[in-house]
């Protein structure tokens, strides 16, 4: 257990502006993480070891890409239990993502709204971040890389900026993951359409192929979608990812619905709003993922998961592994070891 109870440091950070209490954590985080001050937040890991897409993670609880953009927490974080760590989304270049503000409380329904944009320091510095990372891995800790387009970047020319960036994380990733599913990049989800989607994924698995023949390497790679999918939309993902070999499946983003929250204080805000809110509509596309994909096909759930029985059920969906992250900072790191224990019994 932590030193500090989260409880007595979340009305401080609720006081603060989100975007603020975000970077003020992280940068505290990155500061303090590998040494003595790192007791303040860790926790034992629990084990609970499962083989997914080839990969043997200590347990089935992970965060969720987005919470540290540029990885540079992935020790301090990995400090809180996790058996994975997905940190991005990374686009070649950097960018500062959308205009501020663009992060935004709803605590009466434990959710968040933002439209961040992938602001991120480039492939350069993430690349060196990751590198510097060693305590979370040496223990066993898994690393996901998350990839994406630049914004001004054009969509028809969105294939050049993810090969780009697999084959710049391709050294450094225990498992990569493509992110077409953001609702802050203009388009970007049109490149879960079927001809699109099909021609991005060909292109992707056949460079990985070839990276992993040179290196003799085998680095699995997901997909992340969106939970704004009808069932057939759903049905025609499925076939594309067995189509092109893709290793399994991340579901999912945030969601642009507001149906949920509505009339509440920042409902309006453009985004994706996470959190609670999400978390049926997540839960109703990876079922719809494990109907049409079969019960060997990997697939990581994520989107509203704040307890253990939350964890439980998104496995009862048909997810092989569960993320956390608007969970984590409604909960605090405690949530991290409640999800993994919750799933670690008979």
Known sequence: MSLVPYALTRPFLFGLDPEHAHELTLGAIARL???PAQCLWAQT???DPVTVAGLRF???IGLAAGLDKNGRCI???GAMGFGFIEVGTVTPKGQPGNDKPRMFRIPEKEALINRLGFNNE????FIANVQRARSFRAAGGLLGLNIGKNAATPIENAVDDYLIGLEGVFPHADYITVNISSPNTKNLRALQSDEALDALLSRLQT???ELQQASGRQVPMFVKIAPDL???QVAVIAQTLQKNGIDGVIATNTTIAREAVRGLPHAGETGGLSGRPVFEASNRVIRLLRAALGSNYPIIGVGGVL???DARAKIAAGADLVQIYTGLIYKGPALVADCARALSRP
């Open 45 to 47: 890991r629990i084990a």
């Open 307 to 309: 307890s253990g029985e």
């Open 230 to 232: 009808d069932e057939d």
């Open 58 to 60: 200590p347990n089935r």
């Open 207 to 209: 460079r990985k192929l």
């Open 122 to 125: 480039g492939l350069a510095s």
């Open 75 to 77: 020790d301090g974080l």
């Open 33 to 35: 993480q590998n040494t």
